[in-house]
């Protein structure tokens, strides 16, 4: 199994439209158009789930650097999120309870 990144994409670009592209190349098993939580748009990236990893190899060869619907499509092979990224760091007093004077 190969995951793939899909960068620079167009706002209107679909999942659909994505599938199509990447199944030149090969058995796409799952398409994931990241949206904007609050909106609901597109972010303009996306990744690409495909079953054979020779398959995955040839679709990033063949468009990195393609235009799909007016852009240059930055394609590579998706990098796993590093182990724990993110939250909200140390703590910073979310939650933090206060202690009573003690007079």
Known sequence: MKN?????LDFA??????????????????????TDR????S???AFVEMSNTEEGDRAIAGLNGADFEGRALNVNEARPKPQGGGGRGNGGGFGRQRREPRW
């Open 4 to 8: 793939i990144f899909v960068g620079n």
């Open 13 to 34: 670009a679909t999942d659909s439209s994505l599938r199509a592209m990447f199944e030149r190349y090969g058995t796409v098993d799952r398409v994931n158009l990241v």
């Open 38 to 41: 609050d909106t609901g748009r």
């Open 43 to 45: 972010r303009g990236f």
